[in-house]
């Protein structure tokens, strides 16, 4: 079921509408690959772990600026309009702005989040003869680790050393960056969360004003956000 429903419907007609549709598709297609990999090597963060968060702010494209955009128009729409003007909920110097130090589940838009978030933590890597590599999450505390049976470390296993102490091997990065960005031209640049998405909410904000049919011309009905 989509998350961002009620936007989608407000810019049926439109190129973003496209983008926003092909960004759900990659993002379930990331849930759907990982789901087998918790359901097989029940290896998942600690709960209420959040370390990889803390100091770290993602850097998004703009499809993927759009998607939050939208997840947040449609989920938490008082904090996308203030986002719209530059106001975060969890205004830092440094890591996300929507970071949450004081919950156990850390990350305050959860189903918008950026794409290295999906993977972070649940992904291999090719080495240099494409074979699937696999280390856990640095932050992974090590006194959880050696409780596994076998014991696991923080170094590299190699695909046939993961499956036989995991039965089975999370999916490449890689593999799923490439499939599901493949429609973003090469010359796109990634922009940091504060700095895209104040314009990105915005933009989607003009354009639901101006695609709704109910408006002569196209004509916005209400002021948009500054």
């Not at 600690?46 to 128009?73: H, I, K, R, V």
């Not at 995991?166 to 499939?179: F, H, N, R, Y």
């Not at 940091?192 to 408006?215: A, V």
Request: glycine fraction near 6%.
């Amino acid at each position: 079921m989509s998350q961002i429903a009620g936007i989608l419907e407000k810019l049926e007609g439109t190129s973003v509408y496209d983008v926003l549709l092909n960004m759900e598709d990659a993002y379930e297609r990331v849930s759907s690959e990982q789901s087998v990999w918790y359901k097989k090597a029940k290896f998942t963060c600690p709960s209420g772990c959040g370390s990889c968060c803390e100091n770290f702010e993602p850097d998004l494209f703009e499809c993927e600026a759009l998607y939050m955009s939208a997840w947040l128009l449609e989920n938490q729409h008082e904090v996308a309009m203030q986002v719209a003007e530059g106001k975060f909920p969890f205004e830092k110097e440094k890591g996300c702005q929507f970071y949450n130090p004081n919950s156990d589940y850390h990350c305050s838009i959860y189903g918008g989040r950026a794409f290295i978030c999906r993977l972070f933590g649940a992904c291999s890597n090719h080495d240099k003869n494409g074979k699937k590599i696999w280390r856990p999450c640095k932050f992974y505390p090590s006194s959880i680790l050696v409780t596994h049976e076998p014991p696991l470390k923080h170094r590299q296993y190699s695909e046939k050393e993961t499956l036989k102490i995991l039965g089975d091997v999370p999916p490449a990065m890689s593999d799923l960056m490439e499939v599901a960005l493949s429609f973003i031209p090469d010359s796109e640049r990634t922009v940091l969360i504060r700095e895209i998405l104040p314009s990105t909410i915005k933009k989607l904000l003009w354009i639901i004003s101006m695609n709704d049919n109910d408006n002569p011309n196209g004509s916005p009905n209400a002021p948009l956000a500054a």
